[in-house]
């Protein structure tokens, strides 16, 4: 099972490569930095970029960021 793995050539995970794009890092190169993925085969680099297009704008962290933010009034 592989399910959590992103890019396998670095074993980088769906959840740090997430982590990774909540705090701003938002282009495939940026999170090859960070985290290594991408480095290798390039095989995940469309996958990255699908995370990213997920996460960084109107993804389910904005949500969640509204939804406290507004909790907190
Ligand atoms: S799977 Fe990510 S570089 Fe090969």
Known sequence: ??????CVCYQV??????????RGVTTVEGLGEHSGA???CGDCHEMLEELIE?????G???GTSLAVSRALG
């Open 60 to 62: 389910p962290g904005n």
């Open 13 to 22: 995970t769906e959840d740090e490569l997430v982590g990774w794009i909540r």
């Open 38 to 40: 991408g480095q290798g």
């Open 54 to 58: 997920d996460f960084a704008e109107g």
């Open 1 to 6: 099972m592989s399910t959590g793995n992103i």
